[in-house]
């Protein structure tokens, strides 16, 4: 298992949660990876430390991918350490719930501006790497809220509904220089972002009666980022989701 040998991945929003446990998956495969976060700095270190303990290389590089100019730093940094990007992964997101007669503008703009435009803008930056390397993996991280929708999230659907038809759309546009773009559509997820949300009532709605485990979804992310085998597969949401969404 150590298909990303010499190979540099991106992890946005590594910190915590699904993009820590996305981190340390990639470099079991061999990749560098850098972790990036937003303001958990002690918590990226840890990443990093235990990606180096393990014999790994990473680094941890702060950035609002929100920010384009933070974006272009962000990706700046890493060519000037590693000289090449080959997986990105677009997974930093938050969440400000409230239903549609309460949500703020500024509940609706902060959700779209991350967790939808710093997709936009990581890719962006990463696809011009990857178009002269002509080769490159990119996995965008939607959710079952984007496929179903979801009371109280109406930002947060709409944004994870946009990276769908995202992937999509930047899967056609770069497939013909071997990069692959697919998005990845973890239900509910046992994280910071879902602490407060753990109900009961949730459980009736998953199929396989239990909430997933943030190494679940790593591990599709691997797959798709890391594996041959998954060479020829592009613009595809996967769901990691205990049956929530069956299309
Ligand atoms: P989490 O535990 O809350 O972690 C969020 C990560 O995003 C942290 O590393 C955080 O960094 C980073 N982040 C926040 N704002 C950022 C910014 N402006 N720029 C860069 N990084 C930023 O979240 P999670 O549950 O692992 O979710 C990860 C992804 O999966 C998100 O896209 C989320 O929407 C999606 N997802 C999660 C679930 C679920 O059930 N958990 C379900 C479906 C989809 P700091 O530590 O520095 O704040």
Same mark, same amino acid.
């Given at each position: 298992?150590?298909?990303?040998?010499?190979?540099?991945?991106?992890?946005?929003? /590594?910190?915590?949660?699904?993009?820590?446990?996305? @981190?340390? @998956?990639?470099?079991?495969?061999?990749?560098?990876?850098?972790? =990036?976060?937003?303001?958990?700095?002690?918590?990226?270190?840890?990443?990093? +430390?235990?990606?180096?303990?393990?014999?790994?290389? @990473?680094?941890?590089?702060?950035?609002?991918?929100?920010?384009?100019?933070?974006?272009? %730093?962000? *990706?700046?940094?890493?060519?000037?350490? $590693?000289?090449?990007?080959?997986?990105?992964?677009?997974?930093?997101?938050?969440?400000? #719930?409230?239903?549609?007669?309460?949500?703020?503008?500024?509940?609706?703009? /902060?959700? *779209?501006?991350?967790?939808?435009?710093?997709?936009?803008?990581?890719?962006?930056?990463?696809?011009?790497?990857?178009?002269?390397?002509?080769?490159?993996?990119?996995? =965008?991280? +939607?959710?079952?809220?984007?496929?179903?929708?979801?009371?109280?999230?109406?930002?947060?659907?709409?944004?994870?509904?946009?990276?769908?038809?995202?992937?999509? +759309?930047?899967?056609?546009?770069?497939?013909?220089?071997?990069?692959?773009?697919?998005?990845?559509?973890?239900?509910?997820?046992?994280? #910071?972002?879902?602490?407060?949300?753990? %109900?009961?009532?949730?459980?009736?709605?998953?199929?396989?009666?239990?909430?997933?485990?943030?190494?679940?979804? %790593?591990?599709? *992310?691997?797959?798709?980022?890391?594996?041959? /085998?998954?060479? $020829?597969?592009?613009?595809?949401?996967?769901?990691?989701?205990?049956?929530?969404?069956?299309?």
């Amino acid at each position: 298992m150590v298909e990303l040998q010499g190979k540099v991945a991106i992890v946005t929003g /590594a910190s915590r949660g699904i993009g820590r446990a996305t @981190a340390l @998956a990639l470099a079991n495969e061999g990749a560098t990876v850098v972790v =990036n976060y937003a303001s958990s700095s002690g918590a990226a270190d840890e990443v990093v +430390t235990a990606i180096t303990g393990n014999g790994g290389n @990473a680094i941890a590089l702060q950035a609002d991918v929100s920010k384009a100019d933070q974006v272009d %730093a962000l *990706i700046d940094g890493a060519m000037e350490k $590693y000289g090449r990007i080959d997986v990105l992964v677009n997974n930093a997101g938050i969440t400000r #719930d409230t239903l549609l007669l309460r949500m703020k503008p500024e509940e609706w703009q /902060a959700v *779209i501006d991350l967790n939808l435009t710093g997709v936009f803008l990581c890719t962006r930056a990463v696809s011009k790497i990857m178009l002269k390397q002509r080769s490159g993996r990119i996995v =965008n991280i +939607t959710s079952v809220a984007g496929q179903m929708g979801n009371p109280g999230q109406a930002n947060y659907s709409a944004a994870k509904a946009g990276v769908i038809g995202f992937t999509r +759309t930047v899967a056609k546009e770069l497939a013909s220089r071997g990069i692959t773009v697919n998005a990845v559509a973890p239900g509910f997820i046992e994280t #910071d972002m879902t602490n407060d949300l753990k %109900a009961d009532e949730i459980l009736k709605y998953i199929p396989l009666n239990r909430y997933g485990k943030p190494e679940e979804v %790593a591990e599709m *992310i691997r797959f798709l980022a890391a594996s041959p /085998a998954a060479g $020829y597969i592009t613009g595809q949401v996967m769901n990691v989701d205990g049956g929530m969404v069956m299309a």
